[in-house]
């Protein structure tokens, strides 16, 4: 067994013991998993010729060709413009305008020279208005225009202005319409700045084809040059819109793990150096963010276990369930490891052969369930760093999820020897798991008719049925190897041939009987309770193995019609000798190395109940004598199989002892003894319901009136021989 080295050792390391063991783990799991995520050191350089061929690591967006089809996309989306039709009828009225205040002046300018000629004397001649007073005249009316117009007017060159007075006004009229018509026209139509120059050209060629004078014509062109603008302006906002969209709908550019990026012998480009960039693979210096997950993974674990383990208070139990536990995963590493080891491209789904359900089942059977679901969590976690370089295929979900799912199914099995759950465990352990792995590969569309998906299926079944195999064949070695009450143990104690049971038969032959019957009772109690029933009996057998001390001060071993002993003792030195039974026993317990449990049994058995007889003697010797002074040591029964063993052994002596036992005696003695433990709180931690104690109940009083009943006493049958000499008689 390893537990008995393991405590050799713990005694040796003393406090050190166990950080020592915490380290190596620790070490352990971080380079098992540092292996299996660092990088290549890789140098490749443009124009250097590839060795070999280069592979994608890993599948990764290529961000620069995603971001370059982003820009291709945005450059061929149209610009977006408004046409702002308001702008027409702005430069309309703005000629209208200007040929009103054109108007005005002239009518000013008429009324002026009238004015002059009526002051003139007779045969004087008259100075009329300028064309120069016209302008000035002119600016005054535009210095009532508004700055935002203003600029309109200020274009227009002095020349127009002195045209447009020369005219008459019918020469004058014709221009404004002809203008406006123009004008008009061609503002009707999206002008952009790129499109002004040519809008223009055609409206000067409309102007020279006008049939007007060449000053109208000259007067006309101005006004079309400046009255035709842009009217249709880039929307800025809604194009921007449309580029992101076209962004948008960009599908990003993919590298994906095992793409060839440069074929052995071909020499490596500018795309493939930038890919390379992409994948992290032209860097020398290693990356530090997985070793800081690693360490952060591994320390996570460690603190959950601990965390977990706290509410145990035994400290030996609490430390062989951190030993084993740390073993555990630790195999489950190395299992990992070396199936990782056959994954390659062809055989991408070789780590489902891995066993997934094991570690998590043997765990929930010799720690605890919960010990198992955290080795089932963290399997899944160092999954993920083992089996690094499949990240981003379809493989690692498929991987982690099916040892999740493997590992919580084998949780959920009862915990008892597997080989006796039959079709319980072929369903939790191989079934369910196959069926997660069949319903992921369907998820992902795979090809039935792909030697690929068989393979995969094959793997999957193929590391359930590992799993089973696995749990069923070391069962026993493993119960051997962590465990001091595993069946193989328990069945070598039973063999009647053992050297204590031999003495205890030779030298205590009634202490012998009395163990042999409350070990049947017992078991058949515990059994219905769904206890442990082999290790109850063997327990049983040896829980009286103190009385060989004293073998003839107890009354079972006393030969028929010998004086009790304990006649000619006082009933304190009585006291000593009975009690001296479960300490005398723990101690030749201890020495032959027994079970824990077998030792716990023997030293529990009697709890602190009150040895009475002894205790009324003694106080009908002296009243102050209190009942402390003549109850058991203890402990308490603080197991189930203690609680049974404890009420069968008291129930098997008394009824032994009875006068002609009838099954009503025994029952109402059965009741009463029961419910004076459970008063006298001898039960309390023995952790049985009601329910239970009313089963046992019922399993010891069948069992006690199956063997101590009382039998009919039927009339002496006379002799053959007397038979015959009465026939004889009557015949003479």
Not at 334 to 341: A, G, P, S
Not at 424 to 444: A, G, H, K, N, R
Not at 550 to 570: D, I
Not at 604 to 628: C, D, S, W
Request: proline share 4%.
């Amino acid at each position: 067994m390893i537990i008995a080295p393991l405590r050799r050792l713990k005694n040796r390391m003393g406090k050190t013991f166990l950080p020592v063991l915490f380290l190596l783990f620790f070490l352990i799991t971080s380079g098992i998993l540092y292996s299996s995520v660092r990088q290549q050191d890789t140098n490749y350089k443009e124009g250097q010729v590839a060795e070999e061929s280069i592979r994608a690591n890993k599948t990764v967006e290529n961000t620069p060709a995603t971001e370059q089809k982003e820009k291709l996309a945005a450059e061929a989306v149209v610009p977006e413009y408004t046409y702002q039709e308001d702008i027409t009828s702005e430069q309309h009225q703005l000629i209208e305008h200007l040929f009103d205040m054109i108007d005005d002046v002239r009518q000013d300018s008429e009324e002026e020279n009238e004015k002059r000629e009526e002051e003139a004397e007779n045969n004087d001649s008259v100075d009329k208005v300028t064309e120069d007073e016209k302008l000035a005249a002119m600016k005054k009316e535009l210095e009532k225009i508004d700055s935002d117009n203003l600029n309109f007017y200020q274009q227009l060159p002095a020349s127009f202005y002195r045209t447009a007075f020369s005219l008459n006004q019918e020469e004058l009229d014709q221009v404004k319409e002809e203008s406006l018509e123009i004008v008009d026209q061609r503002m009707s139509e999206q002008i952009r700045q790129n499109d002004l120059n040519t809008a223009r050209q055609n409206a000067e060629e409309q102007v020279k084809v006008l049939d007007l004078s060449d000053e109208q014509k000259e007067a006309t062109s101005y006004l079309v040059d400046e009255g035709i603008t842009v009217n249709t302006f880039l929307n800025e906002q809604k194009t921007e819109e449309l580029k992101q969209e076209a962004k948008d709908s960009v599908q990003p550019v993919m590298i994906y793990q095992g793409e060839i990026i440069v074929r052995e012998g071909s020499q490596i480009d500018s795309t493939a150096i930038q890919k390379l960039n992409v994948l992290g693979m032209t860097e020398k210096n290693q990356s530090f963010f997985p070793f800081v997950a690693i360490v952060l993974a591994a320390l996570l674990q460690i603190i959950v276990l601990l965390y977990l383990s706290f509410p145990v208070k035994d400290k030996d139990k609490r430390e062989n369930q951190w030993v084993f536990y740390v073993v555990a995963m630790t195999l489950s590493l190395v299992f990992m490891k070396f199936f990782q080891l056959f994954q390659t491209e062809a055989v991408p789904y070789i780590p489902l052969f891995f066993p997934a359900a094991f570690i998590p089942l043997v765990l929930s059977f010799f720690v605890n369930r919960r010990s198992g679901i955290l080795a089932a969590a963290f399997q899944v976690v160092f999954a993920a760093f083992i089996f690094y370089e499949s990240v981003g295929t379809n493989v690692l979900p498929v991987i982690l999820i099916v040892y999740m799912f493997s590992g919580l199914m084998g949780t959920i099995l009862p915990r008892r020897r597997i080989s006796h759950q039959g079709r319980q465990s072929v369903l939790w352990i191989v079934v369910f798991p196959f069926l997660i792995s069949l319903t992921l590969l369907v998820l992902q569309g795979v090809d039935f008719a792909d030697s690929q998906t068989w393979i995969a299926l094959a793997c999957s079944l193929a590391g359930s049925i590992l799993s089973l195999l696995m749990g069923v064949g070391l069962y026993q070695l493993i119960e051997l190897m962590v465990t001091d009450d595993s069946d193989t143990v328990l069945n070598e104690l039973s063999n009647p041939n053992h050297p204590l049971l031999k003495k205890l038969l030779e030298e205590a032959p009634g202490t012998y009987h009395h163990s042999m019957m409350v070990a049947n009772l017992s078991a058949n109690a515990v059994a219905e309770i769904g206890g442990r029933s082999l290790l109850t009996r063997v327990a049983c057998y040896y829980h009286d193995i103190g009385k060989l001390k004293h073998a003839n001060f107890f009354v079972e071993n006393l030969p028929q019609g010998a004086e009790n002993p304990h006649n000619f003792l006082l009933p304190e030195d009585s006291k000593q000798i009975i009690f001296g039974h479960v300490t005398d026993g723990v101690a030749v317990l201890e020495k032959e190395k027994m079970p824990q449990m077998v030792i716990d049994i023997c030293q529990q058995h009697h709890g602190t109940t009150l040895m009475k007889y002894f205790y009324v003697k003694a106080q009908e010797r002296n009243p102050e004598v209190t009942e402390n002074d003549f109850r058991y040591p203890g402990p308490i029964p603080q197991t189930k199989e203690a609680g049974v063993v404890s009420i069968a052994d008291s129930c098997e002596a008394a009824v032994r002892a009875m006068d002609e036992p009838t099954n009503e005696k025994i029952k109402d003695f059965v009741s009463n003894l029961v419910t004076d433990r459970m008063l006298d709180g001898q039960l309390d931690d023995a952790q049985l319901t009601l329910k239970e104690l009313k089963i046992i109940q019922k399993s010891l009083i069948n069992g006690l009136c199956s063997t101590f009943h009382s039998r009919i006493k039927y009339p002496k049958m006379k002799s053959e021989a007397e038979k015959m000499k009465e026939e004889q008689e009557r015949s003479d």
